[in-house]
């Protein structure tokens, strides 16, 4: 089976055409092909597929084996892929409100629907970054979900490992839990985020997310995400972590996240409502799995 590593920001998977290669398992291949030591090495497995209603449909898996529903660092990857390798050749310009279009634009089937991603290209027809409308954020706890009562989930307080924290959760696509604190480099992310992951309040598990405000318009994030750990970055997270400064008063729409593997540029745009991910897009090698 042919395979390519790639990344964005650090946060990799490992993505399958499967325009020409068969996948029987993916859970059980991504569980394989994620071992740091004994396989490629990942956050988790994608698979770039076929679509009847876009351009290509992606689906992840976790390193756990779990299918997840949306991961915006690697949507920005599938994107780089289906055009560098001509599964599509693009549509119109993508605008960003507020911002200078780019000049093509994909649609890409999720388990959080069709997204809508711009394509940021240099001279030499390459993917340089990527831009993704991520829709609108979930903040009904009950479509999240979130077993709390209310309309939203804003700075409630949640008790772990006898620690009393404030969370701010919603969805974007896929539920996340953000949590503010004043220096994130003091957080026991190992400790916490299992905890947090798991807690009897999240139905389907949640991924967790630690910020520091150092701006009106930038932060700082950790993230543990659910089924997969610590990892360097989080692309459906940051876009979650945007929101929620928003709703806590802690910064404004437009923002910077810098993750440990990077940075991405956040807008929570105001005229649609929905989250806008620039980001970049990095392949780091094709190979060939002979083990499937």
Wanted: aromatic share 6%; hydrophobic share 35%.
């Amino acid at each position: 089976m042919r395979f390519t590593k790639m990344h964005g920001i650090g946060n990799d998977y490992v993505y399958v055409n499967c325009f020409e290669e068969d996948v029987q398992d993916p859970p059980a291949l991504a569980k394989k092909v994620s071992e740091r030591h004994f396989g490629i090495g990942a956050d988790g497995l994608i698979l770039i597929c076929p679509s009847t209603n876009a351009d290509v449909r992606m689906r992840i898996f976790n390193t756990d084996g779990s299918e997840a529903e949306m991961c915006g660092n690697g949507i920005r990857c599938v994107a780089k892929y289906a055009y560098e390798q001509e599964l599509t050749h693009g549509g119109s310009s993508f605008a960003v409100p507020g911002q200078q279009p780019c000049s093509t634009s994909l649609n890409i089937e999720t388990g959080n629907g069709i997204l809508t991603v711009g394509l940021i290209i240099d001279q030499n027809d390459t993917v340089q970054k990527v831009c993704v409308n991520m829709g609108q954020p979930i903040l009904n706890p009950k479509n999240i979900p979130v077993d709390l009562p209310g309309e939203k989930v804003v700075h409630v307080p949640l008790e772990i490992n006898g620690e009393n924290l404030l969370m701010t959760c919603l969805s974007m696509g896929n539920p996340h839990a953000v949590f503010f604190c004043d220096n994130i480099n003091n957080i026991e992310l190992e400790q916490i985020g299992p905890a947090v992951e798991n807690h009897k309040l999240f139905p389907n598990r949640i991924n967790v997310h630690f910020v520091q405000a150092i701006s009106p318009d930038e932060f700082l994030m950790r993230s543990w995400e659910r089924g997969s750990g610590i990892t360097l970055a989080c692309g459906t997270g940051a876009c979650a972590c945007c929101v929620a400064g928003v709703l806590t008063g802690r910064y404004g729409r437009l923002t910077t996240g810098h993750l440990p593997g990077g940075d991405l540029e956040l807008n929570w745009n105001q005229q649609d409502n929905c989250v806008y991910m620039t980001g970049p897009a990095v392949k780091v090698f094709d190979g060939t799995w002979t083990d499937k």
